[in-house]
């Protein structure tokens, strides 16, 4: 029974997204049903893993093929974490894009591409072998790649093809690394992996090509420019890309085999916190001058993206936890924002920021929970994103990053700045000309839950700490 839970989680996303089309072309209604079902039931069957994985145990679904093939996949806690933090995400923003993308063409193949590209993470943060996480890791390039060139506009196609050409050439340089570590363990099996090591590191040269390639698709420095350019995607799209699945895909694949999995150089210790430092001031100078809505969003998504890094890269408990934590805040908060911006965008047809103000008098619901999951992002006490920044920086200063941890203080208070500065110009002022009204109820529904949910998971933070705790926990093996 636990294995078939297991495997139903990323199958029926995957293959429900072959049958979407057909169910399209009979009624629009049941299409969109179906679709918030298959991404709300990946959800549900993660919950339903929870307390086994929670005692320490996993589930593990595994077959045997010729020519020393197998199926893979392995429930622990980190991944069960990463699963039901993607499908909640995903389940709110596919609720969302009923009002969104109601009055677009292709929306049945824009529903499709949501509902795999959530299967094909679920896929690989259950993967157990490099060659799987390597296979769904390129599936999610296509779904991400099909629909930030939604629109099909020939300048949208080329920053869809820049995105896809920028993460695949990552991607390519990623499997170069698995076949140095192949060469190195003789498996790609990441258990067999670690009992091969021995407790002796990976070669620098296979953890450089495997970190370029995480680097890239997590749109960290200097691989981040293709983000900010995939706002010219659906609001929708560009939630799941910042927020749930794709840029998360990075930083997971990165705590699979550098924390938990892979012993590396102690330098790579000291280069992933600069990296990430020098990404999350740039980023963060980027967004303070910018006037695109979106893209002052994305550049946030670089900044606090670094912040993760950071956590996972100190090799400490509560660095690691933090991190984990911040990518359930950060997610929530994140969606939050660009499903926001995308109601402001649709609405008013307006991206520049400095052409908007006035629209809490109109929108203010919206408003409000823009500046909910703004509080979250920026640290503000007692919201989420407050206690999983303090645990990043505090594991940084324990760690001796004291230097790094000041600017990424620095990065912190810029954070402050650039959304204090967006909220102002776009909801308060005088406006201009006659102010839209809100969105769509399911859009306005949407909001307002990621809104609460960036307040209620800090009043109610122990539930996801020590869920994050535990998956630091069972993978050193402290609880058994």
Request: glycine letters at 8%; aromatic letters at 12%; proline letters at 3%.
């Amino acid at each position: 029974m636990p294995e078939t839970i297991l495997i139903l989680t990323i199958l029926i996303p995957i293959v429900g997204s072959a049958i979407l089309p057909f169910v399209g072309l009979l009624d629009k209604r049941l299409r969109n049903a179906l679709t918030f079902c298959l991404v709300f039931a990946s959800f549900c069957l993660s919950l339903t893993m929870l307390p086994r994985i929670c005692s320490g145990e996993q589930i593990v679904f595994f077959r045997q093929f010729p020519l020393g093939l197998n199926l893979s996949f392995t429930a622990d806690a980190l991944a069960v974490f990463m699963a039901a933090v993607s499908s909640l995400i995903s389940s709110i923003i596919v609720f969302y894009s009923f009002g969104y993308v109601s009055h677009y063409e292709h929306q049945t193949e824009y529903y499709s591409m949501v509902t795999l590209f959530l299967g094909s993470m679920m896929g690989l943060v259950f993967s157990s072998n490099l060659i799987l996480i390597y296979i769904f890791w390129e599936l999610t390039a296509i779904c991400s790649w099909r629909l930030i060139g939604f629109f099909r506009e020939k300048n949208y196609v080329m920053r869809a093809d820049k995105a896809f050409l920028m993460t695949v050439f990552g991607a390519l340089l990623m499997l170069a690394g698995f076949l140095l570590v192949y060469q190195q363990t003789g498996s790609f099996d990441l258990s067999s992996i670690k009992n091969n090591l021995n407790g002796g590191p990976v070669s620098n040269l296979a953890v450089l090509f495997i970190l370029v390639g995480i680097l890239s698709k997590s749109a960290t420095l200097p691989f981040q420019s293709w983000l900010p350019d995939a706002g010219v995607a659906p609001s929708p799209v560009t939630a799941l890309l910042h927020a749930a699945v794709l840029v998360k895909i990075g930083v997971y694949v990165f705590a699979r085999l550098f924390v938990f999995t892979f012993n590396i150089d102690q330098i790579w210790h000291t280069i992933v916190p600069v990296i990430a430092a020098l990404s999350a001031i740039v980023s963060a100078g980027c967004a303070l001058v910018e006037t695109d809505i979106k893209r002052i969003i994305a550049y946030s998504t670089i900044s606090q993206i670094a912040f993760i890094f950071l956590g996972l890269s100190t090799n400490a408990i509560i660095g690691i936890a933090g991190g984990l934590l911040y990518i359930l805040m950060h997610g929530i908060s994140k969606a939050g924002l660009f499903l926001c911006a995308g109601i402001v965008e649709q609405n008013t047809k307006i991206k520049d920021i400095t052409k908007l103000g006035g629209l809490i008098k109109t929108m203010p619901l919206t408003a409000i929970s823009f500046l909910l999951c703004a509080f979250s992002v920026m640290g503000i006490p007692p919201f989420g994103g407050f206690f999983s920044k303090y645990m990043v920086f505090a594991s940084a200063v324990t760690s001796g990053h004291m230097l790094i941890n000041f600017v990424f203080l620095i990065g912190a208070f810029m954070t402050v700045l650039y959304l204090v500065r967006l909220f102002n110009l776009v909801f308060m002022g005088q406006g201009q000309g006659n102010l839209p009204r809100e969105g769509s109820r399911s859009m306005i529904a949407a909001v307002l839950i990621l809104g609460i949910l960036s307040f209620a998971s800090g009043i109610f933070v122990y539930y996801p700490f020590k869920i994050a705790q535990l998956s630091v926990l069972n993978l050193v093996g402290l609880v058994k």
